[in-house]
Nanobody
């Protein structure tokens, strides 16, 4: 009903930048909040940043000042601009959306993830 596809991951040197995108598709009535999560090997999935439909944002403390989350409601797309990347930012980054499809119930949806690797 709702599909999320991330893109923009890759390999970058420490101090570099990447921009992730998450495109939502399917029979979508409305997308409420959206967020980026990440999971490093051997660690639990953690929140990176989230954005409400109206554009209110919140960030994990370690990302404040380096990452910027945004969304385009008309395109059902969310972005994450990541600057000053560090090796500890290496992880699989997942897109999440709280969405209401035209048929079905409101639910949380996840993308398949995109790998971000930061070399030292």
């Amino acid at each position: 009903q709702v599909q999320l596809v991330e893109s923009g991951g890759g390999l970058v040197q420490a101090g570099g930048s990447l921009r992730l995108s998450c495109a939502a598709s399917g029979s979508i009535s409305i997308i409420y909040s959206m967020g980026w999560y990440r999971q490093a090997p051997g660690k639990q999935r953690e929140l990176v940043a989230a954005v409400s439909r109206r554009g209110s944002t919140n960030y994990a403390d370690t990302m404040k000042g380096r990452f910027t989350i945004s969304r385009d409601n008309a395109k059902n797309t969310m972005y994450l601009q990541m600057n000053s990347l560090k090796p500890e930012d290496t992880a699989v980054y997942y897109c999440n959306a709280d969405a209401q499809p035209f048929s079905g119930i409101r639910d949380n949806y996840w993308g398949q993830g995109t790998q971000v690797t930061v070399s030292s």
